[in-house]
Each structure stands twice: as C-alpha cells, then as structure tokens.
C-alpha cells in the first residue's frame, strides 16, 4: 500500500472583516483511503489579533494515509467562523484545498466565501448577525448543487505543509 | 521488496532561536522544548533549553536577539509525530512578576537545508473582563501549566479567547545534510 504523510500547519487567516476568528477544519478522502495516525478534523482556537489583521492559530496537522488508489486524493476544507464577546459564533466563510501532490513543503493559500441570503437576511446579519449557513458540509468540497447558491467572497486560510510520500513507484506513480 | 524489520532513521537539527520582535514588551527570555510522536526519541543533544534575558537594542530595529542555539538529533521509524519546536517567551510586567508574554510551535522541516522560520506567538486570554483585570493586577495571567499543549491539535477549540500578538522569533534550523537520512522520498 502506498503511504501519504500530511505534516504541517495551519498557519492563519487574513482578509476577515471580523476578528476573533477560529477555524474548523477537516479533512476528506476518497473510500480506497485509510487514516493511519493522527486525527481527521479538528477546532482550532479564538484568535484576537492585537497588531494587524492576521488572525493566527499555528494549528498542527500530523495526518499518515495508506491507499490503494489515487482517486479520492485527500481535500483539507475549512469553515471560519468568528467569535464575539457575547460568545456568540457567526460563520465567516467556507473552503477547501487539495493537499498537493509533490512530496516537499508547500505554501497554501486557500481563499473563502460565505451564503449570501435574500436581502432581508443580509440585513439581519448586518445588524443583529447570524445569516445563512450550508446544512450539508460537504457542499464545501464538492460541486455538486453549488448552482443553487449565490455566495460572496470571505477572506483566505493560509496553510503550511508538508507532503512525505512513499511506495508510490510501486504502484507505477511517479512522485 | 523491503526488509520487514523498520527502518530507523535520523533526523539532526542544529539552529539557532535567534530574534524577536516584540514591540511593547522588553527583557524576555525564552525557554525551547521538542514535541514529538511516539515512534521518535531523541538520542543526543538537549531537547529543552532556557535562554538568557535580553533587552531590545536601542537602535531603530528594537530586535531582541537571543542567538540562542539549538541541537538535537532524534531518531525514529516513523514521520507520523514528527517533532515541532515549542517556544515559550516570558518577560517582567509592570509590577515586576515573570509573566508568559506568548507561546509558538513550528514543525522541524522536513528537508535538508538551511531554513529560517518565523513564529506567530499567542498568549492565552481570560473571556472575562474582570479576570482580565485581576489577572493584569495581581500578574497571575493565564499559563499553560504544560506549554508543550501549544503542539497539539486536539482541545483548542476549549480555548475561548486568544489575544494574539504576532511577533516574530527567527528560528533558522538547519540539518546539517550528513545525517538526514530518510527511507521516504522528500523531493
């Protein structure tokens, strides 16, 4: 069986017009995929920034995959929400990324957007916050029924990681 | 086909803590320790260490610099757990008690090479205002009792509030490539 290490951070967020963000993130593979070690989602914490607008986490990721096949390549996604002093949550935005391909270590950046609603919902969210969030998460990594949506742009994650592959010549793959 | 037994192989980091940037604090000292899996030992070299206390120059770069080093060889059979510097700077308040002014972590990298990293440094928030307050007054702030939680990823999200500082500690480890020797294929 071919392994995969995902060894890495999730280093932040920046470009949220909210602060105290904290994120919540996961992470999919296909069925021929089988988690070894480590854990497949997580919560980062709330993270105020004091100077300039990056929200940091330095949120660790130690993921180690066994698989037989190449399709279902494993997709980190993301849901950013923030945090206000009332300790109410408002969701920020969703993403996803691919963790790549190359062994190596590799600088993500992975941009987010958030449901947009009817006008009166925006609205509410203006004033009293909340707003529409997606019941099925896994909306945010696949594009099935994306159609029905109408979204607007949050800001982006920033990741740091590594990729350690091994047994993939094996399997005839080139890496 | 490979042999069944695992293979062990050898990571050594030799580096530096070697600044920061703290803009509103001053006289820090920063303590280092390693967070790794349970497939790693570490077999030479210390794995924790405490700097000594520096002031910020007085030229226009206010760096605080430590040039603190750092050497530590690890064994292991394993990637999974793969070891992360912690790093944990504290420095006088205002009344004069040792307070934690922020906590980091960065995996060790993966690669042969000289690498410089730069880390965000967090310390942990009180979501009260009064315990904000009397922690402020009496220099009890929020601790970790255990910094090397800051290298985990499970629990955080019981963490509530965070103020974050982003300062930046220059860490340049660098393997040096004699020993790096890694079953896997990293480039």
């Not at chain 1, 069986?1 to 951070?9: D, F, R």
């Not at chain 2, 702030?141 to 499970?154: I, L, N, S």
């Given at each position: 069986?071919?392994?995969?290490?995902?060894?890495?951070?999730i280093?932040g967020a920046?470009?949220f017009?909210e602060s105290s963000l904290f994120c919540k993130w996961?992470?999919?593979?296909?069925?021929?995929?089988?988690?070894?070690?480590?854990?497949?989602?997580g919560q980062t914490q709330v993270d105020t920034?004091?100077?300039?607008?990056?929200a940091?986490w330095?949120h660790?990721?130690?993921?180690?995959?066994?698989?037989?096949?190449?399709?279902?390549?494993?997709?980190?996604?993301f849901q950013v929400w923030s945090q206000?002093?009332?300790?109410?949550c408002q969701l920020a935005?969703?993403?996803?990324?691919?963790?790549?391909?190359?062994?190596?270590?590799?600088?993500?950046?992975?941009?987010?957007?958030?449901?947009?609603?009817?006008?009166?919902?925006?609205?509410?969210?203006?004033?009293?916050?909340?707003?529409?969030?997606?019941?099925?998460?896994?909306?945010?990594?696949?594009?099935?029924?994306?159609?029905?949506?109408?979204?607007?742009?949050?800001?982006?994650?920033?990741?740091?990681?590594?990729?350690?592959?091994?047994?993939?010549?094996?399997?005839?793959?080139?890496? | 086909?490979?042999?069944?037994?695992?293979?062990?192989?050898?990571?050594?980091?030799?580096?530096?803590?070697?600044?920061?940037?703290?803009?509103?604090?001053?006289?820090?000292?920063?303590?280092?320790?390693?967070?790794?899996?349970?497939?790693?030992?570490?077999?030479?070299?210390?794995?924790?260490?405490?700097?000594?206390?520096?002031?910020?120059?007085?030229?226009?770069?206010?760096?605080?610099?430590?040039?603190?080093?750092?050497?530590?060889?690890?064994?292991?059979?394993?990637?999974?757990?793969?070891?992360?510097?912690?790093?944990?700077?504290?420095?006088?308040?205002?009344?004069?008690?040792?307070?934690?002014?922020?906590?980091?972590?960065?995996?060790?990298?993966?690669?042969?090479?000289?690498?410089?990293?730069?880390?965000?440094?967090?310390?942990?928030?009180?979501?009260?205002?009064?315990?904000?307050?009397?922690?402020?007054?009496?220099?009890?702030?929020?601790?970790?009792?255990?910094?090397?939680?800051?290298?985990?990823?499970?629990?955080r999200e019981d963490e509530n509030a965070e103020?974050?500082?982003?300062?930046?500690?220059?860490?340049?480890?660098?393997?040096?490539?004699?020993?790096?020797?890694?079953?896997?294929?990293?480039?």
């Open positions: 069986m071919a392994e995969v290490h995902v060894i890495g951070q280093i920046s470009g017009s996961g992470i999919h593979t296909g069925a021929a995929w089988k988690l070894l070690s480590g854990v497949r989602e920034p004091q100077i300039g607008d990056m940091y330095s660790p990721i130690d993921l180690h995959f066994a698989t037989k096949g190449l399709q279902g390549w494993p997709r980190l996604h206000d002093s009332f300790g109410r935005g969703y993403g996803f990324c691919h963790v790549p391909s190359s062994p190596g270590t590799h600088q993500l950046a992975c941009p987010t957007w958030r449901p947009l609603g009817s006008w009166r919902e925006q609205l509410a969210r203006a004033f009293v916050g909340g707003g529409p969030q997606l019941l099925h998460g896994d909306t945010i990594y696949s594009g099935a029924d994306r159609y029905r949506l109408h979204t607007a742009a949050g800001g982006t994650v920033h990741l740091e990681i590594g990729l350690l592959l091994r047994n993939f010549d094996r399997y005839g793959v080139e890496c | 086909m490979a042999t069944a037994s695992p293979s062990v192989f050898l990571l050594m980091v030799n580096g530096q803590v070697e600044s920061a940037q703290f803009p509103e604090y001053d006289d820090l000292y920063c303590k280092y320790c390693f967070v790794y899996g349970q497939d790693w030992a570490p077999t030479a070299g210390l794995e924790e260490g405490i700097s000594q206390i520096t002031s910020k120059s007085q030229d226009v770069r206010q760096a605080l610099v430590w040039n603190f080093p750092i050497d530590v060889t690890f064994k292991s059979t394993n990637p999974y757990g793969w070891p992360q510097i912690v790093l944990s700077v504290y420095g006088p308040d205002v009344f004069g008690n040792d307070v934690v002014r922020g906590y980091g972590a960065v995996h060790v990298p993966f690669s042969p090479g000289r690498h410089k990293r730069t880390i965000p440094m967090f310390v942990p928030e009180s979501t009260s205002k009064l315990q904000k307050f009397t922690s402020w007054f009496m220099g009890r702030r929020p601790e970790y009792t255990d910094p090397k939680v800051v290298a985990q990823g499970e629990g103020a974050e500082i982003p300062r930046s500690t220059w860490v340049s480890l660098c393997p040096s490539p004699a020993w790096l020797m890694l079953p896997f294929c990293p480039q």
